[in-house]
């Protein structure tokens, strides 16, 4: 029920998933039943399906609560258990389902992921990784907009949990992790930043310093490639939110000045698009918790759910509550 | 001396802008003047000097020391007095010139300028104001580096240092404030971002409330037209080498996928590259320091010189200090 575009996208995109990926994965639609069918009904009887078993594998959940993206997270949970958020994301932890996509609001799919599903221990706060292209491979920025005001501990943590993701998910081999900066020296940042920096240093991961913002679209530094980038959800999600935009002004001032069309010009910038990434992974929780941009169109749902598969099948939460209990074994 | 390419590019800037501003302009080239005597007489002796009466028009003042980009800023000016930064400060404070360009040390040029110039009363530090190209007019971003950690206080001084730059400098009428945040309510941010939100609510500006950061490269929100946008200098850095290093790779992606020819795209992007802007003016301080990208090119340095003659030219400095005296006094 959550997104601009819902529930119209959000159907379209799961039955979009279940044409691309194999027959043994089935999607589990959460919400107001009888809307949802409404819209089902309409695609699977129209040409643009693309899944002829699709009424074979999908099934509607009802949930008759919408939380609204004004409202107060933590209220909203504990007032709308019937939600689709909170029905979705319980579905996961009773086993009946192995990932949960929403498009809905984010401060309310953080709250109830962490009630619903709990944070493996050790950790105080999920974070969200985003990709964002580079003229290389992506490179997973953590956090970029759960928490505003962390503490040197948590930076830590989130590049523990950035390192698991970029290893399972992203299928990145030893990956290096930066520390947003001003400066690539130590002593270059906030006070928290230069704390965090000692910190990453002892923590036995490959730790290659202070990137600074001119590193984020080469996806290196001086001293190696980057795949995980690390900053308090402040800072993250504001330059997560300028990224996405410059494109497209980019775009705007290219097919002014040389005349080229506005489809070759989109093609071309295609990687710098979120539709085609679909969906953040709430880092942290313990289970499978992708939450996907509010503009979500079919594609960026069909390409969240694909993200989710992906998460699921490479164990990508074992694994990090196991790498999570090794550091804290080492440091005890 | 300072700066990536000097002398040699900041010579040829130099000589570049007495050929495009009036013969009531000159300029004193500050530094070693063995050095300045050789490049300048090469340029002048050449084909590309742009400017007839180079040699009457420029002054060689002698500055022996140079600081280095390592050293520590406080140190560097306290141990060098004869350098370029302390004796260019120096001939403005003892009313020999009017501004101050550099592309040297940052941080040096900040804590010398503070020394010799001194702030205007009720300041605790000065701004870099940085000019961000967009889909519309250019917006000034401050600070973007000179300050990382910031209380409230502080950035409410930064808007008022902003829109008296904007309005003098930039010639806008009323300039629209926007607070850099992670959502447009009041209540998003981190705990200086909220607090800073309502100071500005009541500090008598045309405060438009947060922006993100996608509406920086439209140079608007919802609200209407952004023309200063205020963050603390950790943040302000990050964006902007983020928003440097993004032209470039979006040329990059480009140039690959239609074939595009690099100059075509460099011409068409011209907006978005720092040489264009040249020079940031350091705001809060009695007088004109114009911060030089480290990297520039006599372009830059052109450009920046142009910029210290446009701040001297409408009296910037002594709207600020007449502006900020009224603030003071209607909160007092």
């Not at 600074?212 to 290196?220: F, I, K, S, T, Y």
């Given at each position: ?175 290096g992790v930066g520390l ?26 490959n730790f290659i310093g202070n990137v ?9 530094c001086?001293r190696g490639a980057i795949d ?105």
């Open positions: 029920m959550g997104g601009d575009f819902a529930p119209r996208a959000t159907v379209a995109g799961a039955l979009a998933a279940l044409a691309d990926v194999g027959a043994e994965h089935s999607v589990q639609l959460v919400g107001q039943s009888d809307v949802i069918s409404r819209e089902l009904e309409a695609l699977l009887d129209g040409e643009a399906a693309g899944v002829t078993d699709g009424r074979a594998r999908i099934e509607i959940i009802e949930a008759p609560d919408v939380i609204q993206m004004g409202e107060r997270p933590s209220a909203a949970i504990r007032s709308k258990p019937k939600s689709s958020m909170m029905v979705g994301l319980k579905l996961q932890a009773e086993g009946r389902s192995d990932g949960f996509v929403s498009a809905g609001s984010t401060g309310a799919q953080m709250a109830a992921s962490t009630v619903v599903l709990r944070l493996h221990p050790g950790l105080t706060r999920p974070a969200i990784a985003t990709l964002f292209p580079t003229s290389r491979a992506p490179i997973a920025v953590l956090d970029s907009g759960a928490n505003v005001d962390c503490s040197a501990e948590e930076l830590v943590q989130f590049a523990r949990l950035g390192v698991v993701y970029a290893e399972t998910v992203l299928g990145r081999q030893d990956p947003l900066s001003i400066g690539e020296e130590a002593e270059k940042g906030n006070a928290v930043v230069k704390e965090a920096h000692q910190l990453l240093r002892a923590a036995g991961l600074e913002g001119r590193d984020l679209p080469n996806g290196a001086d995980v980038v690390i900053c308090d959800g402040f800072v993250g999600n504001i330059i997560l939110k300028l990224y996405e935009a410059i494109g497209p002004m980019i775009s705007g001032m290219l097919g002014k000045a040389l005349g080229t069309d506005e489809d070759s010009l989109r093609e071309a910038l295609k990687s710098l698009d979120y539709n085609e990434y679909g969906g953040a992974p709430l880092l942290g929780v313990r289970g499978v918790s992708i939450i996907s941009h509010g503009k979500s169109s079919s594609r960026a749902i069909k390409n969240a759910i694909r993200a989710a598969i992906r998460a699921v099948d490479t164990g990508m939460s074992d694994h990090m509550g196991r790498r999570l209990g090794e550091a804290a074994g080492a440091s005890s």
